[in-house]
């Protein structure tokens, strides 16, 4: 959909975002049922460092995603098809979000690096071929709301002056506007690294990344009223959420920290502990709220990488099995849909270690 430059402030904000309510409950239903699932993440990796070259926005990086995921499960693909498949979402996505001079040129895509890369040349008549199949699956229909939709509706009122930071009042409300707003994008695209995200509905997905950058920046209530009124969430709607999210920010800090030590010992890979991980419940600072003290299961955290693209290289993607040359004859052709299959159950550990504040008081 083209929305105008910052429609959450204007006067149809509300009736806009209650159109996106009300279009969300109708979203496909999704499976988590296709055979390569696994290669799910590289490909929403490709997508996203895509996008990044061509500075889409956010909203056709996160649909492109979206159509990915719904193709996949839908359809038994092959690893050469998906790089046609990922392509021709992303350009999906930004015909329908940016404007037509954001829409990326053919000629250029071919001039990426990551297209040489994996010796895939794209063709005119194959992106058109794919194309029409995608909208053919989707009915033609690309109002398709994301959690990308929702954030800036939500970050119009994530931070006040009203607020406190670790019990004391702000001393920059703008420095930490500029806090949520970063940590909000970083759980945003968060969100799009594991497909357990699509269990959640994406204004509870976007409302969960609001509240997760509240923690994170010790800010409090941790939920306030005016963002319950304004989203229609409860805390506890967004605690399942709130933890993915922070499971995966604990791994990339535990990561980040890794890495940061190994440089500084030249090599030396033992990381010392900086202190025991903190409890959902000490977190939050929810007495009230218990959860069960399980040991962490093996779920979002331990397959989760940073999600910081626009660092990246393209000229850095390799497929996920050397070479691929996409023969574009034979996409429409042999892509079958798959008989049902039944969902699947993704656990996910309930704690997560304490992180430093971003930010002095």
Not at 132 to 139: A, G, I, Q, R, V
Not at 277 to 293: C, D, K
């Amino acid at each position: 959909m083209e929305l105008e430059d910052q429609w959450w402030k204007g006067q149809l904000a509300a009736d806009i975002y209650q159109a996106l309510r009300y279009k969300e409950l109708k979203l496909p239903s999704y499976k988590g049922q296709s055979p390569q699932l696994n290669l799910r993440r590289y490909f929403a990796d490709l997508i996203a460092i895509t996008s990044n070259r061509f500075r889409l926005c956010p909203a056709a990086r996160h649909l492109a995603v979206y159509l990915l995921d719904l193709f996949m499960d839908r359809y038994d693909v092959t690893v050469q098809q998906l790089h046609m498949v990922s392509l021709s979402c992303l350009l999906l996505a930004s015909k329908f979000e940016e404007r037509e001079d954001r829409v990326p040129k053919l000629e250029t895509l071919n001039t990426l690096g990551s297209m040489s890369s994996m010796n895939l040349v794209l063709t005119k008549q194959g992106l058109l071929h794919m194309e029409l199949l995608l909208l053919e699956t989707f009915s033609w229909n690309l109002y398709l709301p994301t959690a990308a939709h929702f954030i800036d509706y939500y970050l119009s009122i994530a931070v006040l002056d009203g607020d406190l930071h670790d019990g004391w009042p702000m001393a920059s409300l703008e420095k930490t506007k500029s806090y949520m707003a970063k940590y909000a994008d970083y759980f945003l695209e968060v969100s799009l690294q594991d497909h357990i995200f699509l269990c959640f509905a994406p204004s509870l997905v976007a409302a969960a990344c609001v509240a997760a950058s509240r923690l994170i920046l010790h800010l409090s209530p941790s939920w306030a009223p005016r963002l319950q009124r304004l989203t229609g969430y409860a805390w506890e709607n967004l605690m399942p959420c709130v933890e993915k999210l922070l499971i995966a920010h604990d791994s990339d800090v535990k990561e980040a920290s890794k890495q940061k030590c190994q440089q500084q010992q030249q090599g030396q890979t033992v990381l010392h502990s900086s202190g025991q991980p903190a409890t959902v419940t000490q977190y939050l600072q929810l007495p009230s709220m218990q959860y069960p003290q399980k040991a962490p299961q093996a779920g979002l955290a331990a397959n989760h990488r940073s999600v910081s693209y626009v660092g990246h290289s393209t000229s850095s993607m390799q497929g996920p099995s050397g070479p691929q040359h996409c023969d574009t004859q034979a996409i429409a052709t042999s892509l079958d849909p798959k008989p049902g299959i039944s969902n699947r159950a993704y656990p996910v550990s309930m704690h997560y270690s304490y992180s430093a504040p971003c930010f002095d008081r």
